[in-house]
């Protein structure tokens, strides 16, 4: 094998660990070859990367800041594949290059922490990456410490023991106990940054390789594709090349160590020295989590009133240390071999003033315990499969005080919102504008207040039962604590008026994913959701209602504000002071913005593989995950977001709302809109109706309600969530569409009057696929997958009504009245809407006929499930089956001649080529006389089934 040495001299970590060595790692590898194997259903043609198609490893090495070296190493084709014993040699020569085997091969443990960068992809280069990666215990042996998210990229929940040999099985080690620690650099990237765009932030520019193409001849791109075409023609700038990945990556670790760092010396959190936490989201929790442990005088003073009442009701010295126990700290202690918890009860005197008790409780309350409203045990106690050792998630939290109103919270969690109101191709002429409200959830942050769930509910304001006219009453009970911002959750029944025309906000879980509806019943939200619904003018009834123990928040301050509110504007001020756009400044915008993300972590119950056994489990918890903050977080959003709605309808009440999504929205108005005027009209409403967002609006953003986005005079496709463009290309929200423009898309497809555009999407395997999965076993593959990509509605509304422009047409559309009428026109609504082109003015009158009749109660015909595919999508067996059985109804239902209908159905099955197919047989077409028969039956049976009259148009025959 050939080795290159390169000293590394500005790599220098923010401190020593005699115990600990950092290793930057990358590898370069060819193509593989190419196989045919079966994914989805279907034979698609892969590359598979086999272990001797790999080229070269790449690593750094950095022990306490003592010469870093970067090392190339490059296999020949005749060596032996690598193992991860190559690392471990590789190290042991550089610690005899600086001097410092001997010292390290007496310490009792090294810990070797890997940094990579998507990582997956890159560790199973080793022919015994398998071996590396998986630790079997005793106790625990079906279970992993590798936490592998988003495939590829992965790191470890607790160092890994290493146990590895090389190729003749001869055990390799620097020292007796060599742990493991992976890093994986992808998930503490901001913004979803690859290592060019890393490289870029910390002043490392990416290595061009397409100058070497046009130097040597060759076609752009063919040294990035031909590996070992760039070896043999330019060794020194392989090297160069291959090295460059290894640089970016150590270099950014070490900037997130330098943060860290950072962030202890300012007093932000609990980060170790030379510890690099596994992920952005684990630093902010980990800086959010420090506050939440802070006392609070607020808190302090809550538990001295329930102790007050708790010692009215009884003077039992057992009851009084009983409710303390569930909420305070206790000391760990081992007396004769048991672990005893010492709660320190005896400091208090019988009769303690007011003073002393508040100075023991500032002492040993849990802060944290309290502000979540659950713990963690310190052991795993849980038996369900589904829940990952020593791995805190839904499966294993301690029921507390809250239990109710923590389920509660969790199941009001929605998320977003996002709603295309006008759906279709909006006409040239006006003005389409995307409006933001500002800094969204740093705003929410700042009008979140310090809660103590752990504390329980604030028992004189439960409310149960309460008629809808009686809604008022608990806005005025509101109104002494947070106002709108009061953070409670109940069960709800919401009604908005029949000719109600704003946004209809209030959300419900239905079919994974927040719906929403003019009418819904026992809905669990927020009462700031609940709140919202009601200033909209909708009946608000409640079945209960329960506000959360609260600081209470001084308008135009922070007082009583939540730690994520502090945290937030904390940062906010830190970015004013960094270079924009710097790492600095990226890095704290990431914590302002992650503030909410962190507290729903593991709420939704969703499941990522254990790497040793392909089992799911769940998804762990933050260490701050908070229900209770989450849906707060939300909803804050969505109250903001009706503001904004009036605020605009008061200074253009002909203003017309193309979509909404979570934090801003598209409007459509025949005179530009004006900022200023917009940002007066918010000033004046809120004046009047909501100081807490008024003062806080002014005294830390400025005045600055919103933010003024992107907008055109010209055609404008606004086809669903997240999928609004125009032909301008000033528009550009094109989820799932890259590497092509607004105006290519009008151009080659919409133009065209094309329902669908071809979408590749890069597949790579997981590295726990490739340990579980048969055919990828052992092999890194990859495969361009093609799919359609409809450009149908997602019927997040009911269209009920279109307008013709020239050879396109919109959609106007409405909520959903309820969560059966949702059921009832959901999934028929969106199977149809993928048989033409809704948007084109000539398939339009058979989309409005088929939902008119659908809301009228007829229930539509089955639609075929696609079994066998022609070349072009199309279901070629089933096809003309389908249109033969609604062309049945539909000849029946209108009484046409069934002579002539007949002919022409036998016409159309002649020109297309179809079958007609009985079950999934192959049959002759049904005779004239068996037609007519069908026919009759259909009409004397009255039947109230509703056909596919865009299947029916598309085939000609209406």
């Known amino acids: 094998m050939f ?3 390169k000293p590394f001299s500005n790599w220098t970590l923010p401190g020593e660990d005699i115990n600990k060595v950092i290793v930057a790692f990358d590898s370069e590898y060819q193509s593989g070859s190419r196989n045919n194997i079966s994914i989805g259903g279907e034979l698609i043609n892969v590359n598979q990367r086999r272990l001797k198609d790999i080229i070269s490893i790449q690593l750094g090495f950095n022990y306490r800041n003592r010469s870093p070296t970067l090392y190339f190493m490059k296999r020949d084709p005749d060596d032996s594949a690598f193992r991860f014993s190559d690392v471990i040699k590789l190290l042991k020569k550089y610690l005899w290059k600086i001097g410092k085997y001997k010292e390290v091969r007496e310490l009792k443990k090294l810990t070797i922490e890997l940094w990579t960068f998507w990582g997956g992809v890159d560790l199973s280069v080793f022919q015994d990456y398998e071996k590396i990666l998986t630790e079997n215990t005793k106790s625990k042996k079906d279970t992993s410490k590798i936490v592998a998210i988003h495939s590829n990229t992965f790191f470890t929940s607790q160092p890994l023991k290493l146990r590895i040999s090389d190729e003749n099985r001869n055990a390799v080690s620097i020292t007796k106990n060599d742990k493991l620690v992976i890093r994986d650099m992808t998930k503490l990237a901001p913004g979803k940054e690859n290592l060019a765009g890393l490289g870029k932030l910390i002043g490392v520019p990416k290595i061009d390789t397409e100058k070497w193409d046009q130097q040597d001849g060759c076609p752009k791109g063919y040294y990035k594709a031909h590996m070992t075409k760039l070896w043999e023609n330019r060794q020194s700038d392989f090297v160069n090349y291959a090295l460059e990945d290894v640089v970016v990556t150590a270099l950014y670790g070490t900037f997130i160590l330098q943060f860290q760092k950072q962030l202890t010396d300012d007093g932000f959190g609990d980060f170790k020295p030379l510890q690099l936490k596994p992920s952005l989201g684990s630093i902010v929790g980990s800086i959010i989590g420090c506050q939440n442990a802070k ?196 069960i709800f029944d919401i009604e908005y008026p029949s000719d109600y025309k704003g946004f209809v906000i209030t959300p419900k879980n239905v079919n994974e994913g927040p719906r929403y509806f003019r009418k819904i019943h026992e809905v669990t939200l927020s009462y700031t959701d609940a709140y919202t619904a009601w200033s909209c003018g909708a009946k608000v009834f409640t079945h209960r209602l329960s506000f959360v123990r609260q600081s209470r928040i001084i308008l135009g301050t922070l007082d009583g504000i939540s730690q994520e509110g502090h945290i937030q504007d904390i940062f906010q001020k830190r970015r004013e002071q960094c270079v924009h756009g710097s790492p600095e400044d990226k890095m704290n915008k990431n914590v302002v913005n992650q503030c909410y993300g962190v507290t729903a972590e593991g709420l939704k119950k969703k499941t990522s593989p254990d790497y040793n056994n392909g089992r799911p489990y769940y998804v762990p918890f933050s260490r701050i995950t908070n229900p209770l903050k989450a849906i707060q977080f939300t909803s804050i959003t969505r109250l903001h977001i009706i503001t904004l709605q009036r605020a605009i309808w008061k200074i253009d009440p002909k203003a017309v709302f193309l979509n909404n999504v979570t934090d ?295």
């Open 295 to 490: 006392s609070s005088d607020w808190i302090v003073d809550e538990v001295v009133k329930l102790l007050s009442q708790l010692k009215q009701r009884t003077n039992n010295d057992k009851d009084f240390e009983s409710f303390l126990r569930t909420i305070c700290k206790p000391e760990i202690k081992t007396e004769k071999g048991k672990v005893v918890r010492d709660y320190h009860f005896n400091e208090l005197h019988a009769n303690p003033t007011s003073d002393d008790l508040k100075r023991w409780l500032n002492e040993h309350l849990d802060f944290d315990k309290i502000r979540k409203g659950y713990c963690f045990p310190r052991t795993d106690i849980s038996s369900d499969k589904s829940h990952k050792h020593l791995v805190h998630d839904m499966t294993n939290k301690i029921d507390v005080p809250l239990n109710r109103m923590f389920n509660d919270a969790v199941n009001a969690y929605n998320g977003g919102y996002n709603i295309v109101i006008y759906t279709g191709i909006i006409p040239q002429g006006g003005e389409k504008r995307d409006w933001d409200i500002s800094s969204a959830y740093s705003e929410a942050g700042h009008l979140l207040p310090d809660i103590a769930p752990g504390l329980g509910a604030v028992k004189f304001k439960e409310f149960h039962n309460l008629a809808a006219n009686q809604f008022s009453r608990i806005v005025k009970a509101a109104e002494k604590i947070n106002g709108p911002y009061t953070v409670g959750v109940g």
């Open 664 to 958: 801003g929205c598209l409007t459509w108005t025949k005179k530009p809109l004006k900022i200023d005027e917009i940002i007066q009209s918010m000033d004046q409403i809120t004046a009047e109706e909501n100081p807490w967002y008024h003062d806080m609006v002014h005294n830390y953003f400025d005045g600055k309600y919103i933010k003024r986005k992107d907008g055109t005079d010209q055609e404008t496709a606004n086809l669903r969530t997240r999928l609004t463009f125009s032909r301008d290309n000033q528009l550009s929200a094109m989820v799932g569409l890259t590497k092509i423009t607004p105006k290519q898309v009008f151009n080659k497809y919409l133009d065209q009057g094309r329902s669908t555009i071809n979408v590749v999407n890069h597949q790579i395997t997981g590295i726990t696929a490739m340990r579980h999965e048969e055919k990828f076993q052992h092999l890194q593959t990859s495969w361009n997958q093609t799919t359609d990509l409809y450009f149908s509605f997602d019927m997040a509304q009911v269209p009920i009504n279109y307008h013709q422009s020239g050879q396109f047409v919109y959609w106007e559309t409405r909520p959903y009245n309820s969560e059966d009428e949702f059921n009832r026109l959901w999934q028929p609504g969106r199977d149809v809407l993928k048989y033409g082109v809704w948007y084109s003015a000539e398939y339009a009158p058979f989309f409005l006929r088929f939902f008119t009749e659908l809301q009228k109660g007829y229930k539509p015909m089955k639609f075929w499930k696609v079994n066998k595919k022609d070349k072009k999508g199309d279901s070629y067996l089933h096809r003309g089956t389908e249109v033969y059985r609604n062309w049945s109804f539909y000849v029946a239902r209108n009484n046409l001649d069934i002579k002539n209908s007949y002919g022409l159905i036998i016409q159309i099955f002649h020109d297309h080529g179809w079958v007609y197919m009985r079950g999934t047989e192959e049959r002759e077409l049904p005779q004239l006389q068996s037609f007519s028969a069908t026919i009759r039956r259909i009409q004397k049976n009255h039947v109230k089934v509703l056909p596919n009259y865009v299947l029916l148009h598309e085939s000609n025959l209406i």
């Open 3 to 5: 080795i290159k040495e």
